[in-house]
């Protein structure tokens, strides 16, 4: 794994995990004071993000991989945005330092509606925060996943998301530079900051070495390599190059 990536990710989802939980506190104390007859469309809605992030959070700690982290990351992020916006939307333009000394209607009384306000003003800024770090991780997810293609790992998608690289660091070489990517594992078709990778034949000659060359699973076999401008017959283990004409 790459240790920088891997040490972000868990730092991140343990502030997402907090965060959450003071959502889910406040949204249950608030639920516990209105429900079921008082504010209980938003009410319901408050323990949804919440409970629905700290659960997703711990299960991908453990089991991941890019995908599953750009879907989870999208859906969570649509949460905590619809959560921000509702309760912008009820609190106006209201201070809650106004409301000192009123009370607001619950269904086993009363509370301070500047306790009310005070909580919803809480659910509301964690709400945004929450929404940016889904929408920051969202992006970083997929750039980290492309750049892991162009370096030639083409099942980046659904591997483990601790193999991604974080910016300037090859796959899965923990702390390793991009210019430090061991050179067997570069990819052919090359990478900004490579040398295209060629394995040296044992004539010395640079080119792709085939399965029968001795030493693999055929030993016998032999390497023909063409000459230019000649076409290569083989007839049993006589082999002949013949010129070719335009």
């Not at 991989?65 to 990351?73: G, L, Q, T």
């Not at 709400?127 to 940016?132: I, P, Q, R, S, T």
Request: aromatic content about 16%.
């Amino acid at each position: 794994m790459t240790r920088l990536f891997t040490q972000i990710r868990y730092g991140g989802y343990a502030a997402v995990i907090i965060f959450s939980a003071v959502v889910l506190g406040v949204s249950a104390y608030l639920a516990s004071q209105f429900l079921p007859n008082v504010h209980h469309d938003f009410t319901i809605f408050a323990l949804i993000p919440p409970s629905y992030t700290i659960l997703l959070s711990v299960i991908l700690l453990f089991v991941s991989n890019p995908r599953a982290e750009i879907v989870h990351a999208f859906i969570t992020g649509v949460l905590w945005l619809i959560m921000g916006a509702w309760t912008a939307d009820f609190l106006g333009s209201s201070k809650c330092s106004a409301l000192v000394g009123t009370t607001t209607p619950t269904t086993h009384g009363s509370m301070s509606a500047n306790l009310y306000c005070e909580l919803s003003k809480v659910q509301e800024a964690f709400a945004w925060v929450l929404f940016v770090l889904y929408a920051i991780w969202f992006f970083v997810v997929i750039s980290l996943t492309r750049r892991s293609l162009a370096m030639g790992r083409e099942f980046i998608w659904s591997e483990d998301v601790k193999l991604l690289p974080w910016f300037g660091q090859a796959p899965s070489w923990p702390g390793m530079a991009e210019g430090q990517y061991p050179e067997q594992y570069r990819p052919f078709y090359g990478y900004p900051g490579y040398q295209q990778y060629y394995p040296q034949t044992g004539n010395g000659t640079m080119g792709y070495q085939p399965s029968g060359v001795a030493g693999s699973a055929y030993p016998g076999a032999q390497y023909v390599q063409s000459m230019p401008g000649a076409a290569t017959v083989i007839q049993g283990s006589h082999v002949s190059h013949v010129p070719t004409s335009y």
